[in-house]
């Protein structure tokens, strides 16, 4: 195929690439989104050509697209394993295969009314395939709220309104309506509710609202809508939400969760009466997780063996933390001065371990070269 075809596929190619790459950041919702964009550009094809070439040109067009969304597929079966840490029942490859020739093709199919009947059922098929839980399908992925969803949201900010000071519903609804509509806002669906919901400013690069029913809590639907918010904003983009200060009781399950995400502390401040702090997160090419993970391995390394350092450590994350706050540790500054006296003493002296004689033998050539 060529001319139009060639432009036509590799526009296609470059969507399945995006979505999957922002999967890496966004694991829960990978799978969804790119059958999802199947649909929507298979409905844009079908308005457009459908009635303008003929049956086997169609057919071929199918087939192609086939062959092209396979190997990314294969990507996202393993980028949604991993995540879940749930190897697929059968092999990765096998698993793409029959989530391209089965799903895929029941969306490229002519016959889409037959799709749409059965896309709940369809949708649990992909969860038996991927090794996933069926009975909570719904837990585990959540969507752009939209107006049907404030009823549910306001029960749920009612439930935990002791979490909450200053908010005032009357002028939150009106407010939360007009953020759906800007997309700045997702939920989960469940039993005919809102058992989690964020929002977020995409101006001000924050999370404003973050919220778990009790009865829907330890099933990681706070982290999901944080991964999915934090993956509609560009890689190296900083972070922000405002929580409870340290030692806040009220707060220690919020900074706990946050810290466990890689968000650190950047300022305090007070809203409406009440003591808070900002932290903030450099978002990474893959999930929140990363960050954190990434906090463990440097902190073997760190002098005070402390995960969340923020005044003595010496890894690479502690002082990077301390660099971008200006405020680094006097911890850190004799760790530092006792490199440059070790340094200095290795100049003059030699390596420690080396001979007598050795040493001499660099002093000597360190005075020549100062000579």
């Given at each position: 195929?060529?001319?139009?075809?060639?432009?036509?596929?590799?526009?296609?190619?470059?969507?399945?690439?995006?979505?999957?790459?922002?999967?890496?950041?966004?694991?829960?919702?990978?799978?969804?989104?790119?059958?999802?964009?199947?649909?929507?550009?298979?409905?844009?094809?079908?308005?457009?050509?459908?009635?303008?070439?003929?049956?086997?040109?169609?057919?071929?067009?199918?087939?192609h697209t086939l062959t092209?969304?396979?190997?990314?597929?294969?990507?996202?079966?393993?980028?949604?394993?991993?995540?879940?840490?749930?190897?697929?029942?059968?092999?990765?490859?096998?698993?793409?295969?029959?989530?391209?020739?089965?799903?895929?093709?029941?969306?490229?199919?002519?016959?889409?009314?037959?799709?749409?009947?059965?896309?709940?059922?369809?949708?649990?098929?992909?969860?038996?395939?991927?090794?996933?839980?069926?009975?909570?399908?719904?837990?585990?992925?959540?969507?752009?709220?939209?107006?049907?969803?404030?009823?549910?949201?306001?029960?749920?900010?009612?439930?935990?309104?002791?979490?909450?000071?200053?908010?005032?519903?009357?002028?939150?609804?009106?407010?939360?309506?007009?953020?759906?509509?800007?997309?700045?806002?997702?939920?989960?669906?469940?039993?005919?509710?809102?058992?989690?919901?964020?929002?977020?400013?995409?101006?001000?690069?924050?999370?404003?609202?973050?919220?778990?029913?009790?009865?829907?809590?330890?099933?990681?639907?706070?982290?999901?809508?944080?991964?999915?918010?934090?993956?509609?904003?560009?890689?190296?983009?900083?972070?922000?939400?405002?929580?409870?200060?340290?030692?806040?009781?009220?707060?220690?399950?919020?900074?706990?969760?946050?810290?466990?995400?890689?968000?650190?502390?950047?300022?305090?401040?007070?809203?409406?009466?009440?003591?808070?702090?900002?932290?903030?997160?450099?978002?990474?090419?893959?999930?929140?997780?990363?960050?954190?993970?990434?906090?463990?391995?440097?902190?073997?390394?760190?002098?005070?063996?402390?995960?969340?350092?923020?005044?003595?450590?010496?890894?690479?994350?502690?002082?990077?933390?301390?660099?971008t706050s200006k405020k680094?540790?006097?911890?850190?500054?004799?760790?530092?001065?006792?490199?440059?006296?070790?340094?200095?003493?290795?100049?003059?002296?030699?390596?420690?371990?080396?001979?007598?004689?050795?040493?001499?033998?660099?002093?000597?050539?360190?005075?020549?070269?100062?000579?």
């Open positions: 195929m060529t001319g139009f075809w060639t432009v036509f596929f590799a526009g296609y190619q470059e969507a399945s690439a995006r979505i999957v790459d922002r999967g890496r950041r966004n694991p829960c919702r990978v799978m969804e989104e790119f059958f999802i964009c199947m649909e929507r550009e298979t409905a844009a094809f079908r308005e457009k050509y459908a009635g303008k070439m003929h049956r086997t040109v169609r057919w071929a067009i199918r087939e092209l969304i396979e190997p990314y597929l294969r990507q996202i079966v393993e980028i949604q394993s991993a995540y879940y840490g749930v190897p697929t029942p059968i092999a990765p490859e096998a698993a793409a295969f029959y989530l391209t020739h089965g799903v895929g093709s029941a969306i490229l199919h002519e016959d889409s009314e037959q799709y749409l009947q059965n896309h709940t059922q369809i949708k649990r098929g992909i969860s038996l395939l991927m090794g996933m839980p069926m009975d909570e399908q719904a837990l585990g992925i959540p969507y752009p709220a939209a107006a049907e969803d404030i009823p549910g949201w306001m029960e749920l900010i009612r439930s935990l309104r002791q979490y909450f000071p200053g908010l005032n519903e009357a002028e939150y609804e009106p407010q939360l309506a007009e953020r759906m509509q800007h997309g700045e806002a997702w939920a989960f669906r469940h039993n005919g509710g809102i058992p989690a919901a964020i929002l977020y400013s995409q101006a001000r690069r924050e999370l404003d609202f973050l919220a778990v029913s009790p009865n829907y809590r330890r099933r990681g639907l706070a982290q999901k809508l944080v991964e999915t918010a934090a993956a509609q904003f560009p890689v190296e983009t900083t972070l922000s939400v405002v929580t409870y200060r340290a030692g806040d009781p009220l707060g220690a399950a919020a900074r706990a969760f946050y810290d466990a995400l890689g968000f650190a502390p950047v300022e305090q401040l007070t809203l409406f009466d009440y003591p808070c702090q900002r932290l903030s997160v450099t978002l990474p090419e893959g999930p929140l997780t990363a960050v954190r993970k990434s906090i463990t391995m440097n902190s073997e390394h760190c002098p005070c063996r402390r995960i969340n350092c923020e005044r003595h450590g010496n890894c690479a994350v502690c002082r990077s933390h301390h660099e680094v540790s006097a911890a850190c500054d004799r760790i530092k001065a006792g490199e440059e006296r070790k340094k200095s003493e290795e100049h003059l002296h030699g390596p420690r371990g080396k001979s007598r004689k050795q040493n001499m033998s660099v002093c000597a050539s360190a005075q020549q070269k100062e000579k």
